[in-house]
């Protein structure tokens, strides 16, 4: 989930499939709790992997031009590299939106989720403020995804689940709204918190619909591929109503390609692969370890400072996603009976 932070300164449900080595499920056999745990684990790794690329994004804003407008940074992020990862994905991706039925839908609504998502993220940090919009963006996300994991496909809301995201959640709560001595308040706070919601849920949608379209037979990369791509197909118009600051400087070139490459199209690349391995739920709380990324990139490169309460703010972070990744995070999704 891409956001510029603390270092701003500028599935109808299929069984649990085997894991594969490469790019995610197969159908196949339920493998054994050793197995699912063992990917389970690896599956988180892969989630913070994306997590820490996602958290660089505030310290690269930083280095765009001043009149160069957040909604554009989003755009660029998530247009370009939405086409980005669709080129990577290639045929795979073109064979998930040619499936049709449900799997077409799940796509559809995937991508418009990520065509919403920065548009409502990044207008939310401007009109209430980018602590505030990025607190409850970020914040939200885990209870939405968890919801409707639960609403889709009855899996079951564990209090290791929920404890880790309670205590990740107040940490990032503690070090958005400290690292910087206090909120910065918009002009429009209860807009600006009704697109953070909106901005949580479309989050949320994305990460649940990719699943499902990964559990039924697909590859994470064709999965994240076809969101992307299709999300792209209304980011890219809005980059270029809104992109001239960025795109015809030098720096913001640059800036722009490395937020399209890397926390991207890569972190996305590897956020799909840890998604094939672990719950949507447990992947939008294991997201939350990008605020403290960009803290300490803030501290380290930007020159900002953190005082105490920040510093709590990342330790519980830290303990929530311990929580998680030291115990695994196995796929566990109730079967649904056949029958009654």
């Known amino acids: 989930m891409p956001s510029s932070a603390a270092s701003s300164t500028g599935r109808a449900h299929t069984p649990v499939t085997s894991v594969d080595s490469s790019d995610g499920p197969r159908p196949g056999a339920a493998p054994s709790p050793a197995r699912r745990a063992a990917g389970g684990g690896r599956g988180a790794l892969l989630i913070l992997a994306a997590a820490s690329l996602w958290g660089t994004t505030g310290t690269a804003a930083s280095f765009a031009p001043a009149a160069a407008s957040p909604l554009s940074i989003g755009a660029v992020t998530m247009g370009a590299g939405g086409l980005l990862t669709l080129l990577l ?11 049709g039925g449900g799997q077409l839908w799940w796509a559809l609504l995937g991508g418009l989720a990520v065509a919403v998502y920065p548009l409502a993220f990044y207008t939310s940090m401007a009109r209430a403020g980018v602590a505030t919009g990025t607190v409850i963006t970020i914040g939200c996300s885990p209870v939405f995804a968890a919801l409707l994991e639960r609403l889709l496909h009855g899996t079951r809301l564990t209090l290791r689940w929920l404890a880790a995201t309670l205590s990740a959640g107040a940490g990032c709560a503690l070090l958005t709204l400290t690292a910087h001595g206090g909120t910065t308040v918009g002009d429009d706070l209860p807009g ?20 499902r379209v990964i559990r039924a037979g697909h590859s994470s990369r064709a999965a994240m591929g076809a969101l992307f791509g299709l999300g792209a197909l209304v980011l890219l118009p809005v980059l270029a109503a809104t992109g ?9 070139l640059a800036v722009g390609a490395y937020l399209a490459v890397v926390p991207m199209g890569l972190a996305y690349v590897l956020f799909g692969a840890g998604l094939a391995r672990v719950t949507a739920g447990s992947a939008t709380t294991l997201s939350l370890f990008e605020p403290v990324v960009a803290a300490v990139l803030g501290v380290a490169v930007v ?25 695994t995070v196995p796929v566990r999704s109730r079967k649904r009976t056949a029958a009654g």
């Open 303 to 327: 020159g900002e400072r953190l005082g105490g309460w920040a510093w709590a703010g990342t330790g519980l972070v830290l303990l929530g996603l311990l929580v998680l990744t030291v115990l």
């Open 244 to 252: 001239g600051p960025l795109l015809t400087d030098p720096r913001g």
């Open 89 to 99: 994905a290639g045929r795979s991706a073109l064979r998930v939106l040619r499936a």
């Open 192 to 211: 600006g918190v009704a697109l953070a919601l909106l901005a949580g849920a479309c989050y949320a949608v994305f990460t649940c619909y990719g699943a």
